[in-house]
Each structure stands twice: as structure tokens, then as C-alpha cells.
């Protein structure tokens, strides 16, 4: 047994390496980008011949996982929970074809929105898709879950949800490994047509989905991941989910004077909870999400004991759980720390100096100025700083891709021109399908690709669209004397400008391709050349 | 032993490097550790920081409870006060007082200063010249952790391991030059104390 020292997300990695997994599918996605991050720098992954290249989105990383467990080999998808709506359709009916080799979905939450735009919780999508759902209270479950995930998705023929939030996934700890697994042989499955969803045939996969149901609620209250952990004081029982329970422990140092129930799989081990309702006179539930297990306590009509959590004001509704909230929710008040004096100043994040973006930004707020305010509609990544000053440049950012559908929809209703600004990863992710509806209409809109060449918000991973960019654009069907490649820096500025008013007169679709490397990377690459 | 540090400064600048090397020298000891990072948006330019929790026993949380913190070690001078609300009454705050200003509304740096004398129990250090003194101008981070070492629960020679450990693939002249911005923020503190 060797003790290593992993983030959340990298006990998950080597977790599934050790558990004999033949390929990691994802796209970047904070806080979940270190799971491929790590593969990628496993020299074991590139000795077993282990996949791990980023896919260009979390819908094409599922179905290639699905695709992979169909095959008969085992297989990880892992994605921000976001990116679990982008691949949601995939991830439903994967519960309804079964699996032929172990498949586990991994979510990681964002609760508290650190680097997302909104703190869905994924334990819903697991349980719309009736499936197991694993969530670690700490880097060891973390490493445990992804270990024996593959056997658990195997014995029930479902994939596996795997739930983690930012603290867990970005939080480093030692984390004990074992004896590693050999990866499957590869086989298909033993019903041929098990993965075709036919009406006949899904209904028939699903009433074997439904039947399992109590089998895998069993699993969920035989888990050793699930405890009931008997106290002397009855008048509050407590339900901590997933890293909440180390708060609880945090705050009772190991020795909690009330009893408890730990969840770290779902659905909700029932017997558990029953005793814990019949012994205490009221119910505490703590976890880090949704008030997704408080509100199938409470039920419609919230009859009988009294049931403490988000709903109740006990704990805030939104926002990720601490210490010192779950403190305050048991009446117990941490120490008093010093007081934060009113000198200190809010540090946004912001693009950083010599970012292309910047030159993009200005050379289109001067270009824009003759039309007025409110039409530059962006998308998710980096560029989306631009919202901030001093560029106040774009009006949206809503979720990838939105940026050239939604200019669409508002150059429909007569704001012309309109302009989307999305970057070159996010445009291979979900922006290519929506060029073609532009394409296939004409739209009167300018769709800016600010291309450097990576995937920069998550730290300058591979992108996609490197070196596409143009002829994807062309193979959509842009017109060629409308794809404009431009260079964003200083000493282009008056050029750049020209350019980008040209196609802001043109009534029709125009693509402006500002190319210049992140200079993030940019500076790594020449650090590596050196060497 | 447990040590509870706050680890504070601007995207960029360094802390999970000082982190890291907090971390080997643990493992090296074979404590417990917990360290919670911030990744995403935040590093761009934004305030980070990093919650790193040492100790001889089981550690539960991965976040430092707000009152709970030993000390906080910022590596520029606004940023260490934004967490002062984790520090414990008789904590010491270890910051560096050169700025880092991206923001439009940066305090006056006079002002800065007075309200950071005014903290009761503080160690403040000009890292940056203190590195360039030792022939690093780089290496101000690992100034600062030095300057942390009397307050870690670790000594310095453990600290010394860590890095040994954490730079050692880099070859000797830079762990040399390492050890030597560590044992100059040392000194400085030693110096006041």
C-alpha cells in the first residue's frame, strides 16, 4: 500500500487507474479539469495504453465513454456539472441501455458559483436517471469511489454517478492506494440489441431499470460509505452528506455528540434514516448542494418531526457549506477571528496583460461605437472577463455556444448588427452548429472566434479548434470573402478596426478570426523550448 | 502539533509553490495534511488563496473554520488583511509589503501601512528586496515562507527538506538558491522576534 498526496480530483484519476480503466473522456472544466489533467501526466496511463484526450465537448466524452463500456472495457466521463446539461441526453439514456463494461460519470459541483454561473446540483440528474450516485466526503472515498465505481456500475448494468464539489476536488490530502486491477478484456454484450433504444426495446430496458430500484436502495444501505453512528443525546439526529460530514466532525472534533447518519451514496439508504427518525426528536441535514436529501425527508407535507436544513433558514439556501455555518446551525459558535478592515479592496479576476482578448475588445468597442450599447453577445471563457472595466464590451454569457445563437435571435428581432464574441474551444464545443443556422439564413450578425489556440480559463489545455478555425468556417459554408483573419495586437489597432467595421456594414454573416496564443501558454511553451 | 495557515496573495504570484513546499516538508514528517487550492477564474489576476492545515492527528475539514487560523502568510499587503476574519485573536499576520496593484482603486500605500501597523501581532517584510539581496528577485515567495517557518510547528531544517524535495529535479543551484531567500526571510523574523 502506497500513500500518495492527491487533490480530490486526482485521487479519482489514479482511483480509476488502479480500478483497471481503459479510457478517460472529458472537456476542461473547473473544478473537475485535474482528473484528465493527472491522467494525462500518469506515465502508467501511457504505459497500459490508457485513453485520455480531451474530447471536444461533454456530450461527444459520454457517448465515447458509452461507447467504450459497450465495448467492454471500462470508462470514465468527467465533466463541471454544466457540463453534465450539455450532455444530459446521453447520460439519461445510458441508464436505460445499460452497460456492457464499467461506466462512471463524474460531476463536480461548483456550489458558491467560484468559477461557474449557476451551483446546480447533479445528485437530481442521478436520480432522475435512477442510477447509483457516489458522492466522497473526503480525497480517500474520492479514490475508493472511482476504484470500486467500475465493479458497482458493473454488477447493477448502469453507469455510476460520481458527485464531488470544488473544496473536495481542489483540496490535497494522503490517500492510500491498492493492489491494481487489470483493465477488462474487451467483449460485446451479451444481448446484441441491449444498446439499440427502440420503443419495444427501451421499454423493456426500463422496466429493468425500475425493477433493480430496490436492489440498488440495498446496496445504498449496506455501503460502507453509508454509517449510522449511534450517540447519547436523542433530542437531534443529523444528516451529513459527502464532505459536509467532516465539517460536523470538524466542529465535535471526531466525537459528535448526537447520532448520525453519513451519506456518501444515494439513493438514500432508507433504514438508516427510519432509525434515525424513530430514535431523535428532530433532524438536522447538512450537505453541500441543493436540499436534495431534506427535501425527501420532508416530503409534500412536511408532517411529522421537525426536519432542520436549507429550507428551514437553519442553513442558507445557497452557497457552499464551512465549518462555521454548520457550527451555527447546532447553536455552537466557533471562536471569534479578527475583524477584516475596510481598506481592503474587491480584486476581481481579470484578463491578464498581454492577453489578445484585450486588443480584440478594444478595437470592437471603437468599432461598435457608431451603433451604440447592448449588442455583443459573448460566451463562456476567458473573453467573458471582458464584461468587467475597463472594456464593459459584451452584454451576455449564458452557456457555451449561446453567444452566435443568441445574435441570431436578436438580429431576428431587428437589433442589427448584432455581434458574438466566443472563443476558439467553446466555438468546436457547441458554436459550429450554431454558424450553421447564421449560414443557412444569412443572419446579419459578426461572429468574432477570438482564437489562442487553448482552452485558457481552465489553464491552457488542448484545444479542438487549433489550426480549424478557417476551414471549419468554410466548411460550414461562411462565405470565403467574409472570414476575416486578423492579427490582435497594439500595432494592428487601426487596421483591426477598419476590419471589423467593414463587416459590421455588411448585411449578411461575417466570421472575424482574431489569432494570437494565449500568453499564458505562449510563455510556458517557450519555457519548454528552452529546456 | 496541529498549524492551521492561511495562505493569501494575487493569481499568479506564487502560493502554491510556498504551499507545496509546506506540504513535502509534512510528508516528509510524515504529518497529516489538508490543502485546499483555488483554480478557475480566480487565478486570472484575482485574489487567491489557500487554506493548508497541518497536524500530528486526523485532520476533518478541508477548510479552516473562520477564528481557528494560526497564522495567515501573504505574500502582498492588502491581500493578507482580506482574511483576517480566520485568524485567531493571538495570531500573527506574516506579509510582504510590496503591493501588487492591478485594481483602479488600490489604497494609498501610506494608509495601507498605517492600518497594517496598527494588527497587534504582525511580521512585515520587503520580500521582494530581501530576494534580490540573496541573488533570486524570483524567489520573494520562498523569502516569505521563511519568514512563516518560526510559526509552522516545523523547523527550519524540516522546511530546508522540503524544498529539497520539491525542487531537487530542477538541480542543485536552484534548490541552493531557495534555501538561501528561506533562511534570509529567517533571519529577518528571528531578527524582530
Known amino acids: 500500500m502506497q500513500k500518495l498526496l492527491l487533490l480530490g480530483d486526482e485521487a479519482i484519476a489514479q482511483g480509476a487507474i488502479d480500478g483497471g ?51 467492454g472495457k471500462r470508462a470514465m466521463a468527467q465533466m463541471k456539472h454544466v457540463g453534465l446539461n450539455v450532455a444530459a441526453d446521453a447520460f439519461i439514456n445510458a441508464s436505460i441501455t445499460g452497460v456492457n463494461g464499467g461506466l462512471i460519470i463524474v460531476a463536480a459541483d461548483d456550489p458558491s458559483m467560484h468559477s461557474s454561473q449557476n451551483e446546480q446540483d447533479s445528485r437530481f440528474y442521478g436520480d432522475f436517471a435512477l442510477i447509483p450516485i457516489l458522492e466522497p466526503c473526503d480525497q480517500q472515498e474520492a479514490y475508493d469511489m472511482a476504484y470500486n465505481g467500475f465493479e458497482l456500475s458493473e454488477k447493477f448494468n448502469v453507469p455510476v454517478l460520481l458527485r464531488l464539489t470544488t473544496r473536495l476536488a481542489h483540496s490535497r490530502a494522503g490517500v492510500s492506494t491498492y493492489e491494481k486491477k487489470e483493465q477488462l478484456k474487451g467483449s460485446l454484450p451479451k444481448d446484441p440489441r441491449q444498446f439499440v433504444l427502440l420503443p419495444s426495446i427501451a421499454r423493456r430496458n426500463y422496466k429493468r431499470l425500475l425493477e433493480m430500484q430496490p436492489a440498488i436502495i440495498k446496496d445504498s444501505e449496506e455501503s460502507k460509505y453509508n454509517k449510522y453512528i449511534d450517540a447519547p443525546d436523542k433530542s437531534l439526529g443529523i444528516v451529513a452528506c459527502g464532505i459536509a460530514y467532516n465539517y460536523l466532525m470538524e466542529i465535535f472534533n471526531g466525537n459528535c455528540t448526537y447520532p448520525v447518519v453519513k451519506i456518501s451514496q444515494y439513493p438514500i439508504p432508507e433504514k438508516h434514516l427510519r432509525k434515525l427518525r424513530n430514535e431523535c426528536s428532530s433532524i438536522l441535514v447538512l450537505e453541500d448542494g441543493y436540499p436534495f436529501v431534506e427535501r425527501q425527508l420532508r416530503g409534500f407535507f412536511n408532517e411529522g418531526i421537525e426536519i432542520k436544513g436549507r429550507l428551514t433558514g437553519d442553513l442558507p439556501r445557497d452557497g457552499e457549506l464551512n465549518p462555521n455555518l454548520v457550527a451555527k446551525a447546532l447553536g455552537r459558535e466557533l471562536c471569534e477571528g479578527q475583524q477584516t478592515p475596510e481598506i481592503v479592496k474587491m480584486r476581481p479576476p481579470s484578463l491578464c496583460m498581454g492577453c489578445g482578448h484585450r486588443d480584440v475588445y478594444n478595437a470592437l468597442n471603437e468599432a461598435l461605437a457608431e451603433y ?64 450553421l443556422d447564421a449560414v443557412i439564413k444569412n443572419s446579419p450578425i459578426v461572429v468574432i472566434i477570438s482564437d489562442n489556440s487553448t482552452t485558457g ?21 461562411v462565405h470565403p470573402d ?22 459590421l456594414a455588411y448585411n449578411g454573416l461575417s466570421v472575424i478570426i482574431p489569432q494570437r496564443e494565449c500568453i499564458q501558454t505562449a510563455v510556458r511553451n517557450k519555457k519548454a523550448a528552452k529546456k | 502539533m496541529k498549524t492551521d495557515i492561511i495562505l493569501a496573495g494575487v493569481g499568479g504570484q506564487g502560493i502554491l509553490t510556498i504551499a507545496a513546499t509546506i506540504g513535502m516538508a509534512a510528508v516528509n514528517k510524515n504529518l497529516y495534511l489538508k490543502q485546499s487550492e483555488v483554480h478557475g477564474m480566480s487565478q486570472r489576476g484575482g485574489d487567491v488563496q489557500s487554506h493548508l492545515r497541518i497536524s500530528d492527528t486526523p485532520i476533518y475539514s478541508d477548510l479552516i473554520p473562520k477564528g481557528c487560523a494560526d497564522i495567515i502568510l501573504s505574500v502582498e499587503p492588502m491581500e493578507g488583511m482580506r482574511y483576517l476574519s480566520y485568524l485567531k485573536q493571538d495570531g500573527y499576520l506574516i506579509t510582504n509589503s510590496v503591493p501588487f496593484n492591478n485594481i483602479p482603486d488600490y489604497p494609498e500605500m501610506d494608509e495601507l501601512m498605517k492600518v497594517l501597523e ?24 520562498i523569502v516569505m515562507l521563511g519568514a512563516a517557518v518560526p510559526f509552522l510547528g516545523m523547523s527550519l531544517e524540516d522546511l530546508e527538506g522540503g524544498i529539497k524535495s520539491l525542487f531537487g529535479r530542477k538541480g542543485e543551484e536552484i534548490v541552493e538558491l531557495n534555501i538561501k531567500a528561506l533562511r534570509a526571510g529567517y533571519e529577518f523574523t528571528k531578527s524582530k522576534m
Not at chain 1, 389 to 402: E, L, Q
Not at chain 1, 413 to 429: E, K, R
Not at chain 2, 118 to 141: E, Q, V
Open chain 1, 21 to 71: 480503466i481503459s479510457g478517460f473522456y472529458a472537456y476542461p472544466g473547473t473544478p473537475s479539469t485535474e482528473i484528465m489533467e493527472y491522467a494525462q501526466h500518469s506515465k502508467e496511463v501511457k504505459e497500459k495504453g490508457i485513453h485520455a484526450i480531451w474530447s471536444a465537448n461533454e456530450k461527444t466524452a459520454v457517448e465515447s465513454a458509452i461507447g467504450m463500456s459497450y465495448a
Open chain 1, 372 to 435: 451604440g450599447d447592448g449588442r455583443v453577445f459573448s460566451d463562456i471563457g476567458c473573453y467573458t472577463l471582458g464584461a468587467l472595466p475597463p472594456f464593459n464590451a459584451i452584454n451576455s454569457c449564458v452557456d457555451m455556444g449561446a453567444s452566435i445563437t443568441m445574435a441570431i435571435g436578436a438580429a431576428d428581432a431587428g437589433l442589427v448588427p448584432s455581434v458574438a464574441v466566443i472563443g476558439d474551444s467553446t466555438f468546436t464545443h457547441s458554436g459550429m452548429t450554431g454558424l
Open chain 1, 457 to 477: 480559463m481552465t489553464g491552457g489545455q488542448e484545444s479542438s479548434a487549433k489550426g480549424r478555425i478557417v476551414d471549419i468556417c468554410k466548411g460550414i459554408g
Open chain 1, 482 to 503: 467574409h472570414i476575416r483573419v486578423i492579427n490582435p495586437l497594439k500595432k494592428n489597432h487601426e487596421e483591426n478596426v477598419a476590419i471589423i467595421k467593414e463587416e
Open chain 2, 118 to 141: 496598527s494588527i497587534p501581532r504582525k511580521i512585515i517584510l520587503d520580500a521582494d528586496s530581501i530576494a534580490k539581496d540573496t541573488g533570486n528577485a524570483r524567489a520573494s515567495n
